[in-house]
């Protein structure tokens, strides 16, 4: 599975960004994808996921009503909608993919896109 993000960018306050994350490859053994991101000095975390099987999304509670995953199963693209953006969201957001092949797990991640929004 490979994984080529793109949205990013520089927003004020308040706006909106729409991130994207095209997977290519070994698509149909994709457990779940999600959403991370790693700020300056801290360490990576989880934004949101999506499972392929039932749909089930979950959100970090700093974005919980703001932000809104979603995925094309037949672009095989999956989205990040980030409204109502503040400064603190500013970070490097990475794709995720967890998969199997022949039983065995593998984590995939992009190449991560630039998020800063200000204030």
């Known amino acids: 599975v490979q994984l080529v993000e793109s949205g990013g960018g520089l927003v004020q306050a308040g706006g909106s960004l729409r991130l994207s994350c095209a997977a290519s490859?070994?698509?149909?053994?994709?457990?779940?994808m999600g959403w991370y991101r790693q700020a300056p000095g801290k360490q990576r975390e989880l934004v949101a996921s999506i499972r392929s099987s039932s749909g089930n999304r979950n959100y970090a509670d700093s974005v919980k009503g703001r932000f809104t995953i979603s995925r094309d199963n037949v672009k095989n693209t999956m989205y990040l909608q980030m409204n109502s953006l503040k400064p603190e969201d500013t970070a490097v957001y990475y794709c995720?993919?967890?998969?199997?092949?022949?039983?065995?797990?593998?984590?995939?991640w992009g190449q991560g896109t630039q998020v800063t929004v200000s204030s």
């Open positions: 995720n993919a967890k998969y199997r092949i022949n039983y065995l797990r593998y984590d995939q």
């Open positions: 490859g070994s698509t149909f053994s994709i457990d779940a």
